[in-house]
C-alpha cells in the first residue's frame, strides 16, 4: 500500500515535471515577473528612510533580495487552473477517479517550481554580478531551514487558495477572489515594506495573519535577520493545519453542491 | 441480476433568465428570476452483466444528465440507481475503479504531451504494476490500432487519434460499466467504424456493459440491440431496436411498379405518397388495413411488381431527433 | 474611408454592449473589484506614509504630489483592466486557435477592432477613485488648479495612455510568432508597478532604464507634473511626439507581424 503511494505520487510529479518542462518559457517569463520586491529595494535604498531603525543598505539588499527568492517558490495560481478544469468540464473526469484531486495541482505546483530553479538562480547570478559588494553568506544551516520555511509557506498558501478555490463549486468566476487574496498578502507580508518599518499597532496586527509568516520570517531566515525561529515555525504549522482542516470541509461541500447542481 | 438499475429517478434544476438588451441585463444584475427545470423525471430501467444499451433522444432530453447521475456526478433529486452494487453518490473507491466516462466533447488526455505520459499517470492512479500496465498499453493499443502516436504530444493528434486515445486512458484500469457520451462524435466515418468494433471488441472480451449516447444512428444500430428513448426527461421507449420501428411507425412502406403510367395517380390515393415516378409508387400504407389495402390496389390496377417494407430505422430515428416531437 | 470608420464605431458599441452584459452576469465581481480596489489604495497609501513617517520624501515630491502619482497610476490600472488586458489576452488565444483569420478577413481595420473587441466595467472603479483621489488632493492643499494645467494634464494623460497601450499592443504582437507569449505581459505589468512612485525616487540605474528603455515616466511622473504645474512645455511637447511615435511603431509592427502571419500560415 504504501509502495502504491509512493509510485503515485513519483509519477504524478515525473508527469506534471515533462509538463512543465514543454512551458519552460512561460515560466521563465512568470519567475521574471515577480520582480517586485527588487523594484521596492530600489526606492527603499534610495529613500533613506531606514536611517535609525538599525536597517543599512545591506540589510535592505539581504532582504528583499530573499523576499524575492521565498516569493519566486510560494507562487500559487491553483484557483485559476481550477477553476479553467471546472469550466472546460475536466473536473467531471478527475472526480470519477480514486484520488483526491488536490494531490494533481498541489503536485503541478512542485514541478513548476523545479523548472523554475534554474531560471531563479540565473536571475540571482545577474543581480550580485551588479551588487557585488552587497553580497552575504548566509550559514548553511539557515539556507536549509529557510528551504524548509519556503515549502511550507508555499503549503500555508496553497492551502489557503484551495479553500478558496472551492467557492468554483458555487461561482464560476470565483477566480477573480484571487485578487482580494492578493492584497493583505501584498501589504502584510512584508513584499513591499519591511514589517520593521511598520507602525506598531499595524505590525501587531499583521502578525495575528499568516501573511507574515509566508514570506517575512523565511526571507529573513535566508538573509540571515535576526528572527524567532521557533515562533516563525509554530506559527506556519499552525496555519498549515487550519487551513487544511477547512480545505478538507470545504472540498466535500463543494463536490456535493456540485453533483446537486449538476456537473 | 441486472448491473445497473434505476428507480423512478428525477432531477429538478433552478435556472435564472436574463431578458435580452441593457434593461433585461441591469434588471438581471439587481433581481434573478429563478424558474425550475425538470432535466429528467420518474426514470425506470435495468442493464444486465454484458449489455449494451442505446441511450438515444434529441438534444437535451436528459441523456447526458443521466450517465452523469449513474456516475455519480450529479445527485439524485428523488429516486435511486444501484450500479455494480453500489450507490453511485458515495463514489466509493471500489465503485470508481468498476466504471468509466468517456465525453466525446471533452478531453482529459494532457493536450501538451504524448498520450503515453496521461496513461502512466491513469495508470499510477488506480494503482496499476508496471508490467500490467504496459501488457494492457499494447493490448488496448492493437485493437485501437494506435502506434507511434502514443508518442506524439496530444495537440499533435488527428480528432480521430485522440479520441482512441482517449479511450484507452479510460479504459487502462479495465471497467467493467462503460458510460459513454458521443464518443464519436466528429469523427470521419472511418475512425467511427473502428471505435464502433473496438467496443463491440471491448465488450465481447471483457463482458463490459456499456450503456452509450450517440446521434450517429450508424453506432446504435451496429453496437445496440437494445436501446432506451428519453425524450423530454422521460422515458418513451425501452426494448429492442428492431421493434421500436413499430412504435415508431405504424406504417408499412410498400413499392409499387405498374405496367401503367396513368394509373400511378390514382394508385397514390390509397396511402402516404412518399415518392411518385411515372411508372415507380411508393406508398406510406398503415399497418392495421394492410392486407385490405393490397388487396383492392392488386384487384383494381394491373402490377408488376410489389414490394413491402420497414421504413429505415434510421430516417425514422433521424427525423425524430431533429424534430424533437414524437 | 469616412464610412469605413464609423462603421467601425458602430461594431464597437455593438461589442460592448454585449460584453458588458456578458460581465454583468458576474455579480460578485463588482463586489470583488470595489474591495479590491479601496484595499490597494490604502496598502499604497499606507506603504507611502511609511516612506514620509520620518520626514523624509521620495526624490523630492512632497507627499501629497506622490498621492497624484498614486492616483495616476491607478487610472491607468483600472484602464489596464477594462480594456487592455482583455483585448490583447485575446490575441494569443486567437492566434493559437486560428480564429485571428475571421478577423483578417473582415474589412475593417484590424487593430482597432482586436483593440477595442471588449470592454469589462471592473476597471471603473479604479478609474473613479483615481480622480477622486486627485480631486481630494488638491481640495486637501488648498490648491487651485487652472484651466490650463487641467488642459496639459489632460495631454499628458493621453499620451500616456498611448504609450502604455502601444507597450502591451507590440508585446501582444509578438504572439504571431511566439504564441505563448502572454506571459511576456505579465512582465510588463509587474515593471509598470514602479509607476505607483515618482521616478525621481529611484536610483540613478533604474532611472535610467525607467526613462530611456521602458518608459514609466511618461506613464505616470510626466502627467503628475502637469497637473502640479511643475513641467516645462517642451517636455509636454516631446511626451505628445514620443506617444504618437510609438503609436506609429504599434501599428507599423502589427502590419508586419500580420503580413508575416498570413504567408507563414496554412
Redesign the interface.
Known amino acids: 500500500m504504501k509502495l502504491k503511494h509512493l509510485n503515485l505520487a513519483y509519477t504524478l510529479l515525473s508527469t506534471q515535471y515533462a509538463l512543465m518542462l514543454e512551458y519552460r518559457a512561460e515560466i521563465f517569463l512568470w519567475a521574471i515577473s515577480g520582480i517586485l520586491p527588487l523594484i521596492m529595494y530600489g526606492i527603499w535604498s534610495e529613500a533613506g528612510v531606514s536611517i535609525g531603525l538599525g536597517i543599512d543598505s545591506k540589510w535592505l539588499f539581504s532582504y528583499f533580495v530573499s523576499a524575492f527568492i521565498v516569493r519566486q517558490f510560494t507562487a500559487v495560481w491553483v484557483m485559476v487552473s481550477f477553476e479553467e478544469d471546472n469550466l472546460e468540464g475536466r473536473l467531471s473526469p478527475y472526480l470519477l477517479q480514486p484520488i483526491y484531486p488536490f494531490w494533481r495541482y498541489f503536485s503541478s505546483h512542485v514541478a513548476e517550481q523545479i523548472t523554475r530553479l534554474p531560471f531563479v538562480l540565473l536571475i540571482l547570478t545577474i543581480i550580485f554580478i551588479f551588487n557585488n559588494q552587497l553580497f552575504w553568506f548566509p550559514s548553511p544551516f539557515k539556507v536549509f531551514l529557510s528551504i524548509i520555511a519556503i515549502f511550507i509557506a508555499f503549503t500555508v498558501r496553497f492551502l489557503l487558495h484551495w479553500i478558496f478555490a472551492m467557492i468554483c463549486f458555487w461561482n464560476d468566476r470565483a477566480s477573480a477572489i484571487e485578487r482580494l487574496l492578493l492584497l493583505p498578502y501584498l501589504f502584510l507580508s512584508g513584499l513591499v515594506a519591511p514589517l520593521d518599518t511598520f507602525p506598531e499597532p499595524i505590525k501587531n496586527i499583521a502578525l495575528l495573519t499568516p501573511f507574515p509568516y509566508v514570506l517575512s520570517f523565511p526571507a529573513k531566515l535566508l538573509a540571515g535577520h535576526n528572527v524567532d525561529i521557533f515562533n516563525g515555525f509554530l506559527n506556519l504549522i499552525l496555519w498549515a493545519f487550519v487551513f487544511f482542516i477547512i480545505g478538507f470541509w470545504a472540498w466535500k461541500k463543494g463536490v456535493r453542491h456540485y453533483s446537486g447542481m449538476g456537473a | 441480476m441486472p448491473i445497473i438499475s434505476a428507480r423512478s429517478v428525477s432531477?429538478i434544476?433552478k435556472v435564472s433568465e436574463?431578458a435580452p438588451?441593457?434593461k433585461?441585463?441591469?434588471k438581471?444584475?439587481f433581481e434573478r428570476r429563478i424558474r425550475i427545470i425538470k432535466?429528467v423525471e420518474q426514470l425506470n430501467f435495468e442493464i444486465s452483466k454484458g449489455e449494451i444499451v442505446g441511450f438515444i433522444g434529441s438534444n437535451g432530453a436528459g441523456k447526458t444528465?443521466t450517465l452523469?447521475m449513474l456516475?455519480?456526478?450529479?445527485?439524485l433529486s428523488s429516486g435511486s440507481i444501484e450500479v455494480a452494487g453500489h450507490n453511485p453518490?458515495q463514489?466509493d473507491?471500489n465503485f470508481?475503479?468498476q466504471?468509466?466516462?468517456v465525453?466525446g466533447?471533452?478531453?482529459?488526455l494532457?493536450w501538451?504531451?504524448p498520450p503515453m505520459?496521461?496513461f502512466?499517470?491513469?495508470?499510477?492512479?488506480?494503482?496499476l504494476s508496471d508490467r500490467e500496465t504496459k501488457r494492457r498499453i499494447n493490448e488496448l493499443s492493437t485493437m485501437l490500432e494506435l502506434d507511434n502516436e502514443l508518442y506524439r504530444?496530444v495537440r499533435k493528434l488527428s480528432l480521430g487519434q485522440r479520441m482512441k486515445a482517449e479511450l484507452l486512458a479510460?479504459l487502462l484500469h479495465r471497467p467493467t460499466v462503460l458510460f459513454l457520451d458521443e464518443p464519436t462524435l466528429g469523427l470521419d466515418i472511418n475512425s467511427q467504424i473502428r471505435v464502433r468494433q473496438f467496443l463491440a471488441e471491448y465488450n465481447y472480451k471483457y463482458g463490459a456493459t456499456i450503456l452509450l449516447t450517440s446521434h450517429y444512428m450508424g453506432d446504435i444500430t451496429s453496437l445496440c440491440k437494445r436501446v432506451l428513448l428519453i425524450h423530454d426527461g422521460k422515458l418513451f421507449y425501452d426494448g429492442l431496436l428492431s421493434d421500436l420501428t413499430n412504435k415508431l411507425s405504424p406504417y408499412r412502406l410498400v413499392k409499387l411498379s405498374l405496367t401503367d403510367s396513368d394509373s400511378a395517380h390514382f394508385v397514390s390515393q390509397f396511402g402516404q405518397l412518399v415518392e411518385y415516378d411515372d411508372h415507380l409508387v411508393k406508398l406510406l400504407i398503415a399497418r392495421e388495413n394492410l392486407t385490405e389495402v393490397l388487396t383492392t390496389i392488386l384487384n383494381q390496377f394491373k402490377v408488376k411488381d410489389i414490394e413491402v417494407t420497414d421504413p429505415p430505422i434510421e430516417q425514422l430515428i433521424g427525423k425524430l431527433l431533429k424534430s424533437g416531437n414524437i | 474611408m469616412s464610412k469605413l470608420n464609423f462603421s467601425i464605431f458602430r461594431l464597437i458599441k455593438a461589442f460592448w454592449n454585449t460584453s458588458i452584459s456578458k460581465e454583468l452576469e458576474y455579480r460578485l465581481n463588482l463586489f470583488i473589484e470595489i474591495i479590491s480596489v479601496i484595499g490597494n489604495l490604502s496598502g499604497s497609501l499606507f506603504v507611502l506614509s511609511i516612506f514620509y513617517k520620518g520626514g523624509f520624501n521620495l526624490g523630492g515630491w512632497t507627499w501629497s504630489e506622490s498621492v497624484v502619482v498614486l492616483a495616476i497610476y491607478t487610472i491607468l490600472d483600472g484602464l489596464t483592466t477594462s480594456i487592455l488586458q482583455p483585448n490583447l489576452s485575446r490575441i494569443v488565444q486567437q492566434v493559437q486557435d486560428g480564429t485571428l483569420d475571421f478577423v483578417l478577413i473582415k474589412p475593417v481595420n484590424s487593430q482597432i477592432w482586436l483593440s477595442l473587441r471588449v470592454i469589462s466595467p471592473w476597471g471603473i472603479p479604479s478609474i473613479i477613485s483615481g480622480f477622486l483621489l486627485i480631486t481630494y488632493t488638491f481640495i486637501i492643499g488648498k490648491k487651485i488648479l487652472s484651466l490650463y494645467s487641467i488642459l496639459l494634464f489632460c495631454l499628458t494623460l493621453i499620451s500616456s495612455i498611448f504609450i502604455l497601450y502601444s507597450l502591451w499592443f507590440i508585446i501582444a504582437t509578438t504572439s504571431i510568432w511566439f504564441v505563448r507569449i502572454w506571459n511576456a505581459n505579465e512582465v510588463l505589468r509587474s515593471v509598470l508597478v514602479a509607476g505607483r512612485y515618482p521616478i525621481s525616487a529611484f536610483p540613478a540605474g533604474l532611472r535610467f532604464v525607467f526613462t530611456f528603455l521602458l518608459p514609466i515616466t511618461f506613464l505616470t511622473s510626466v502627467p503628475a507634473e502637469a497637473i502640479l504645474g511643475k513641467i516645462s512645455l517642451s517636455l509636454i511637447i516631446f511626451s505628445l511626439l514620443f506617444s504618437l511615435a510609438l503609436l506609429f511603431l504599434s501599428n507599423k509592427f502589427w502590419n508586419f507581424a500580420i503580413s508575416f502571419y498570413t504567408s507563414a500560415s496554412s
Open positions: 432531477k434544476y436574463k438588451g441593457l433585461g441585463t441591469l438581471h444584475f432535466a444528465t452523469k456516475c455519480g456526478l450529479i445527485h453518490e463514489r473507491r470508481l475503479r466504471i468509466t466516462l465525453m466533447q471533452k478531453q482529459q494532457i501538451d504531451l505520459d496521461s502512466r499517470l491513469n495508470a499510477a492512479v488506480y494503482g504530444p479510460s
